[in-house]
């Protein structure tokens, strides 16, 4: 049991830094950048679970927090978190935790997995655009226009890719009793 539990926190690490190599993909649209963190975030979440994907997106966060440039661009610290893009780093981690208790709830099937991914990409996208409302100062419609509004498709489509990927790989590892 022991074992066990040490194995999934050093999986859950390498998750960590996945989420961090995939936030370094990206196109500078300002306020907000593009990125593939949330396609990671959602594909650890849905592979590990509730408890390991949330330690591993909590872990991510906690590396930029300190210092480590895992935020997209390279960049790290205190600053970055309570600036405006800090709401979408902050929001990652409820929207782990949900997508996590929704499919112990409901299964890990193709079709649980895309609608909690997307409530998800809701979670980020609304957490994220109020915050960068009150730090950049912007009205509602900014903070909407520019904060939230041209990443939902994209998200969305990273959310069913995320979704579909991510059960064929957790179905894999629990059938190889590796998760």
Do not use: C
């Amino acid at each position: 049991m022991r074992n066990e539990r040490l194995k999934m926190m050093i999986v859950a690490a390498l998750f960590a830094a996945i989420i961090a190599v995939a936030a370094q993909t990206m196109i500078n649209i300002p306020p907000v950048p593009f990125t593939l963190m949330t396609i990671a975030v959602m594909l650890t979440v849905t592979i590990l679970g509730k408890k390991f994907g949330t330690i591993a997106v909590t872990i991510y966060v906690l590396m930029g927090v300190i210092g480590i440039p895992v935020f997209a661009g390279m960049t790290s610290g205190l600053g970055i978190i309570i600036g405006p893009t800090g709401g979408y780093l902050i929001a990652i981690i409820p929207a782990a935790l949900f997508i996590g208790w929704y499919l112990e709830k409901l299964g890990y099937t193709k079709v649980h997995a895309i609608i909690a991914n997307i409530i998800a990409v809701f979670i980020i996208l609304i957490i994220g655009a109020i915050w960068l409302k009150f730090v950049a100062a912007l009205p509602w419609d900014g903070a909407f226009k520019g904060g939230m509004l041209p990443f939902i498709l994209p998200d969305l489509a990273k959310a069913i890719v995320a979704a579909l990927l991510a059960v064929i790989i957790r179905t894999r590892l629990v059938t190889a009793k590796l998760l």
